[in-house]
T-cell receptor, first 115, second 112 residues
Framework: GAVVSQHPSWVICKSGTSVKIECRSL??????MFWYRQFPKQSLMLMAT?????????EQGVEKDKFLINHASLTLSTLTVTSAHPEDSSFYIC???????????FGPGTRLTVT | DQQVKQNSPSLSVQEGRISILNCDYT??????FLWYKKYPAEGPTFLIS?????DKNEDGRFTVFLNKSAKHLSLHIVPSQPGDSAVYFC???????????FGAGTRLFVKA
C-alpha cells in the first residue's frame, strides 16, 4: 500500500525558533499533499494544500508567513513553523494523494512541543 | 460551521457485536465519502469509501451505508474486535475533490 513518512516524529523546540517537518511519499508520486493540525480530542484541521511546483493554498485563518510550505518534488513536502510559540504546540499530520484517487494516505504525524 | 458531524464522541461495544458509527453532513455538493481509522500518535489510515451514486459499500467486516436524502452515512463493523478500538473519522469530498472535510471523530472501544 501507499506509505507516507514524516520526520521528525516528535520535536521539542524553544520559543522563537523555527522547526521544519518533512513529509515524504515513499512508494508513489503525490500530486497533492495536505498539511493538517490536530488538537487533543479534536478533528483534523486542514492547514494548507500543496501541489508540486506551485504555491500552497492556505485555509482561512492559517498564517502563510508562519507556516511555510514547500512542495519541491512529487515525493516531498515540507512544513516550516517559523518563530514558534507555545500555542503552536500540536500534532501535525501530512497526507498525500495521487491524482486519480480521492483517498489520502497519511503520515504518522509529528508532535511539536514549543517551550 | 461543521459540514461533517459525528455527534457521538465515543462508543463502547462488546467484542463480537456490531459497531455502528454515524455521520451527518450538511453540504449537498459532497459526492464522495470516506472513513478513516486512527490510533493514538499515528496518522489516520483509510478504511472504506462510498460514492454518492451508491447506497452501500462492503469490504469484509466493514460496510458503509449512505442515505443521501437524510444526508447521513454510517459505518458498520461486524463482528467487532478489540483491535478495532480506535478513533474513526468520517470525511467528505466535494464534486471537485479538491478538499476533504473531516468530522470530529468517534472513539470506539471494543471490550473483550
Amino acid at each position: 500500500g501507499a506509505v507516507v513518512s514524516q520526520h521528525p516524529s516528535w520535536v521539542i523546540c524553544k520559543s522563537g525558533t523555527s522547526v521544519k517537518i518533512e513529509c515524504r511519499s515513499l512508494d508513489f508520486q503525490a500530486t497533492t499533499m495536505f498539511w493538517y493540525r490536530q488538537f487533543p480530542k479534536q478533528s483534523l484541521m486542514l492547514m494548507a494544500t500543496s501541489n508540486e511546483g506551485s504555491k500552497a493554498t492556505y485555509e482561512q485563518g492559517v498564517e502563510k508567513d508562519k507556516f511555510l510550505i514547500n512542495h519541491a518534488s512529487l515525493t516531498l513536502s515540507t512544513l516550516t513553523v517559523t518563530s514558534a510559540h507555545p500555542e503552536d504546540s500540536s500534532f501535525y499530520i501530512c497526507s498525500a494523494r495521487v491524482s486519480v484517487s480521492l483517498e489520502q494516505y497519511f503520515g504518522p504525524g509529528t508532535r511539536l512541543t514549543v517551550t | 460551521d461543521q459540514q461533517v458531524k459525528q455527534n457521538s464522541p465515543s462508543l463502547s461495544v462488546q467484542e463480537g457485536r456490531i459497531s455502528i458509527l454515524n455521520c451527518d453532513y450538511t453540504n449537498s455538493m459532497f459526492d464522495y465519502f470516506l472513513w478513516y481509522k486512527k490510533y493514538p500518535a499515528e496518522g489516520p489510515t483509510f478504511l472504506i469509501s462510498i460514492s454518492s451514486i451508491k447506497d452501500k459499500n462492503e469490504d469484509g467486516r466493514f460496510t458503509v451505508f449512505l442515505n443521501k436524502s437524510a444526508k447521513h452515512l454510517s459505518l458498520h463493523i461486524v463482528p467487532s474486535q478489540p483491535g478495532d478500538s480506535a478513533v474513526y473519522f468520517c470525511a467528505a469530498n466535494d464534486a471537485g475533490g479538491f478538499k476533504t472535510i473531516f468530522g470530529a471523530g468517534t472513539r470506539l472501544f471494543v471490550k473483550a
